[in-house]
């Protein structure tokens, strides 16, 4: 069955520090993958998709097929990063299965 | 509307009260979540719909809880006989045909005392 573990439930950093949240998937198809991004008081909302292979606000995440990852990577954290972020998988019939989140702190 | 809109946006009401949650998906979107989110928690897989298909329904805490909607249109979920482990934000999100991204609501807060 599918499914989507992010094993990291708070994560604190120094500003300036690189941050990467954890993300690892099973899904027997063709996987397509996504993080969220909950900032204090805002709506979930879309950060970055796999297949788009771009860098929002200085975020990467590279799928790894042979190892089930999509992590979620910044060389440099800002305060202003400070957020949950959720990773989620496509799968069947355009259904999105989300991880159980990664609260991030940057400590300034 | 330009996005999915949940009401009310807070709901205060006591313990073995019924509440009923509304979300307003995007227009034309098959695909529709409900998700609870406690206090510092991450998200609670709740219900899915999609078309007119059977809706998901393993998410479903206990039979307390319960969700409708009528084809692509408005979805209700209704907590009876409320409990203060009900209280949560409330999220919906709804995602259309051969549109991969969730687009989701602000949530209704809710607090049971």
């Known amino acids: 069955a599918q499914r989507v573990t992010q094993p990291e439930k708070l994560l604190s950093v120094f500003k300036g520090a690189p941050v990467e949240l954890k993300c690892n998937y099973s899904?027997?198809?063709?996987?397509?993958l996504f993080w969220y991004v909950q900032y204090s008081r805002q709506r979930l909302q879309l950060l970055l998709r796999?297949?788009s292979r771009e860098s929002i606000k200085g975020f990467t995440a590279d799928l790894n097929k042979g190892e089930t990852s999509f992590h979620l990577k910044k060389p440099f954290a800002q305060e202003e990063d400070s957020a949950m972020y959720y990773c989620?998988?496509?799968?069947?019939?355009?259904?999105?299965?989300f991880g159980k989140g990664n609260q991030v702190v940057v400590i300034p | 509307g330009a996005g999915v809109s949940q009401s009310p946006s807070n709901k205060v009401t006591e313990k073995g009260k019924d509440v009923e949650l509304r979300c307003d998906p995007i227009?034309?979107?098959?695909?529709l979540y409900w998700y609870r989110q406690r206090l510092g928690q991450g998200l609670e897989f709740l219900i899915y719909?999609?078309?007119?298909?059977?809706?998901?329904k393993s998410g479903l805490p206990s039979d307390r809880f319960s969700a409708e909607r009528t084809g692509e249109s408005v979805s209700t979920l209704t907590i009876q006989r409320t409990q203060q482990e009900d209280s949560a934000v409330y999220l919906c999100?709804?995602?259309?045909?051969?549109?991969?991204?969730?687009?989701f609501g602000q949530g209704t807060r809710l607090t049971v005392v």
């Open positions: 989620a998988l496509l799968y069947g019939n355009n259904r999105l299965a």
């Open positions: 719909f999609q078309g007119n298909s059977a809706p998901d």
């Open positions: 796999h297949i």
């Open positions: 899904y027997s198809g063709s996987p397509e």
């Open positions: 227009s034309g979107h098959t695909a």
């Open positions: 999100a709804s995602s259309g045909q051969g549109i991969t991204e969730a687009f």
